[in-house]
């Protein structure tokens, strides 16, 4: 069966060769990250720092592939609106954490975006466009707040943010092209194992900060 994202049919072979390619990219980046952080030319503190520091934390990974894949179930024009609204929204959190304005409950707030987000998945819940980009951007504070907060003093902070949107970008893709497997009738029942996941893991991160 074929599913589609705009013009672009998706197989599920195209989509386990991306996600597998992808997969493979980030985790090379990941790797090279303490070779680039020791030559001297400041890209742990930039660029790098901020396109590894979402895919090292399970956390944030959960719930920026769960913003793609409830995207993705929502179908259009939700499955852009909402991994557009994310980072954009995650900036404004960041510029807040680097100016130290206070937010209250940062690690719950991301904790609980995975447990939200996740059971929203795993239910198949359809939500009106307008209440999931608000529920999509609230979330996005807190996790915006956390890379800002966390930003290393002599970082580059414009270097930093295309970082980490751009490595936000690539989860909320994960999560849209996983999602495309509802298409097949086994698959909305991996979408909602793949939601049940979520939820669990951001349920344990919750009792963590709890």
């Not at 989509?15 to 890209?43: C, K, Q, V, Y």
């Not at 979402?54 to 769960?66: K, L, Q, R, T």
């Amino acid at each position: 069966m074929l599913s589609s994202i705009g013009r672009f049919p998706v197989t599920l072979r195209t989509t386990r060769s991306f996600l597998l390619g992808l997969t493979i990219l980030i985790a090379a980046i990941g790797s090279a990250s303490p070779a680039f952080a020791h030559t001297g030319e400041g890209m742990a503190g930039g660029f790098l720092s901020g396109l590894t520091h979402p895919i090292f934390g399970w956390d944030h990974v959960v719930a920026m592939v769960a913003v793609g894949l409830w995207g993705a179930v929502l179908g259009s024009p939700a499955i852009w609106i909402l991994p557009i609204t994310f980072p954009l929204v995650m900036a404004l959190g960041a510029a807040l954490g680097v100016a130290g304005i206070p937010v209250p409950f940062i690690e719950a707030g991301i904790a609980l975006s995975g447990v939200v987000l996740g059971l929203l998945v795993a239910l198949m819940v359809r939500a009106p466009i307008a209440i999931a980009a608000v529920l999509v951007a609230i979330f996005a504070i807190f996790h915006g707040y956390a890379h800002g907060a966390e930003l290393p003093e002599a970082a580059n902070p414009f270097a930093y943010a295309i970082g980490f949107v751009i490595a936000t970008g690539a989860l909320h893709l994960i999560g849209i092209l996983f999602g495309t497997l509802t298409g097949h009738a086994w698959g909305k029942w991996a979408i909602r194992a793949g939601g049940a996941v979520i939820a669990l893991v951001g349920a344990a991160f919750l009792a963590g900060v709890a």
